[in-house]
T-cell receptor, first 114, second 113 residues
Framework: DTAVSQTPKYLVTQMGNDKSIKCEQNLGHDTMYWYKQDSKKFLKIMFSYNNKELIINETVPNRFSPKSPDKAHLNLHINSLELGDSAVYFC?????????????FGQGTRLTVV | QQQVKQSPQSLIVQKGGISIINCAYENTAFDYFPWYQQFPGKGPALLIAIRPDVSEKKEGRFTISFNKSAKQFSLHIMDSQPGDSATYFCAASRKAAGNKLTFGGGTRVLVKP
């Protein structure tokens, strides 16, 4: 019963390709996030959706496009992949409107661009 | 501009010892300060969290100390165990900014048996 699940766990692809990462949460949360962890382990927010509405869009190249079909799902599509996109991408979810703001993270998708 | 600074980058402690990790933040609007634990190949998992109206919070062997005036907070791991060997991240967020987490750079802790 994984709370936040991402697929795939590993993704190896060539430069210039387009790829997608999927995320699903079964916690009933109303907010979902994408975080990027670089090779130095630094974690940085990319996007956030609240009830399918984009609420956070950090300085991320336009090649990255999130999509939230419903509040339990948040996908990340990346066009024209570059070497620098290699990282671990984490999906997370939380409640936005309550005092319990703990974010739960998925296991991550390790993207390697060759 | 790094809004949350974490130190040290790495830490080696003997089994049974105390691990101490420090974080400093700049934005006084932050209203939630969690610590996450991450094992290799896994996602960060919430360990313990504190809000700025409290100066200390303890859960088992883990304690957060919070100094609002100094804009600093720290994690103490008492009686450190080999199973505590992981990377620890402090973070800060504010509700008005969508609760997005701003992370420190992480501390790799190794507990030697």
């Amino acid at each position: 019963d994984t709370a936040v699940s991402q697929t795939p766990k590993y993704l190896v692809t060539q430069m210039g390709n387009d790829k997608s990462i999927k995320c699903e949460q079964n916690l009933g949360h109303d907010t979902m996030y994408w975080y990027k962890q670089d090779s130095k382990k630094f974690l940085k927010i990319m996007f956030s959706y609240n009830n399918k509405e984009l609420i956070i869009n950090e300085t991320v190249p336009n090649r990255f496009s999130p999509k939230s079909p419903d509040k339990a799902h948040l996908n990340l599509h990346i066009n024209s992949l570059e070497l620098g996109d290699s990282a671990v991408y984490f999906c997370a979810s939380s409640f936005q409107g309550s005092s319990r703001t703990e974010a739960f993270f998925g296991q991550g998708t390790r993207l390697t661009v060759v | 501009q790094q809004q949350v600074k974490q130190s040290p980058q790495s830490l080696i402690v003997q089994k049974g010892g105390i691990s101490i990790i420090n974080c400093a933040y700049e934005n006084t609007a932050f209203d939630y300060f969690p610590w996450y634990q991450q094992f290799p190949g896994k996602g960060p998992a919430l360990l313990i969290a504190i809000r700025p109206d409290v100066s200390e919070k303890k859960e088992g062997r883990f304690t957060i100390s919070f100094n609002k005036s100094a804009k600093q907070f720290s994690l103490h791991i008492m009686d450190s165990q080999p199973g505590d060997s992981a990377t620890y991240f402090c973070a800060a967020s504010r509700k008005a900014a969508g609760n997005k987490l701003t992370f420190g750079g992480g501390t790799r802790v190794l507990v030697k048996p």
